[in-house]
């Protein structure tokens, strides 16, 4: 399973993408968000689903990128592109992975920004190769292992999150999602795209990095849990009281 999250905010870009990849007992770590930049071109990809047809998708789009860069003026015609080279591995491969039993399954968040975008862009792909863009109402996109992160998210992210903020609130999602869930793990790769600066800024976590917060947001939880107010639980509690003395 994966774990990869987009998150767009007014000043910019926030992504966040676990390295754990599993093939039946066996567990290993790669790369799954891939960064792309030509003067006022750049933009990231992340996958989830199948590696090998992660790997072609990938390198079918380089290939395309290499070739057409300067036709790609905003960032809806590169997902346009990259939805294609998905397109394309399946009507290559989908046949025999479906015979296999497994299924062709490659979902992308791809964000970033090019020349002619007024602003920074986020969109999730889906394996048919449609998409659909991130707005202010919902600015932000999971793909993986999703539900584990997302009532923090809910209620803590918003438009208006700065940067440092957004990526506090997005390694809490990754760090409820690790503590629940045995298939998404360390190292973490970050990255960080401020508006209009058409430069991405990659980075890695690693658990010895984060053991401390991560620790430290038990500890808070767990206090937090302790203050909240107990006097609607004094009915039931009366209830089972009453029955018990019976």
């Not at 998708?57 to 015609?77: C, G, H, P």
């Not at 984060?210 to 107990?230: C, F, G, I, Y």
Request: charged residues 25%.
């Amino acid at each position: 399973m994966t774990y990869c999250l987009g998150i767009k905010v007014a000043s910019g870009l926030v992504a966040i993408a676990d390295r754990r990849l599993t093939s039946g007992t066996e567990v290993s770590s790669n790369r799954k968000i891939s960064v792309h930049e030509v003067e006022n071109h750049s933009l990231f990809i992340m996958t989830s689903g199948l590696r090998s047809v992660r790997d072609k998708a990938i390198t079918y789009f380089k290939e395309v990128i290499s070739e057409r860069d300067r036709s790609f003026n905003k960032l809806y015609k590169a997902v346009n592109a990259f939805g294609e080279q998905v397109k394309r591995v399946a009507q290559e491969d989908k046949e025999s992975i479906t015979a296999s039993g497994l299924n062709f399954n490659l979902n992308a968040i791809v964000g970033g920004q090019l020349e002619d975008d007024e602003e920074h862009k986020l969109f999730l792909l889906y394996p048919e190769g449609n998409w659909v863009e991130v707005d202010q109402g919902s600015p932000f996109k999971i793909i993986g292992n999703s539900g584990y992160g997302k009532p923090l998210l809910f209620r803590n992210l918003s438009y208006e999150t700065s940067l440092p903020e957004a990526l506090k609130i997005g390694f809490l999602a990754f760090d409820a999602t690790r503590v629940s869930a045995n298939d998404v793990d360390y190292p973490l790769d970050v990255v960080i795209y401020p508006k209009d600066s058409f430069h991405m800024t990659e980075y890695r976590l690693e658990k010895e990095d984060m053991d401390e917060v991560s620790h430290q947001w038990s500890a808070l939880l767990s206090n937090s849990v302790r203050k909240l107010p107990t006097y609607w639980m004094d009915p039931i509690f009366e209830k089972v009281r009453s029955v018990k003395n019976v």
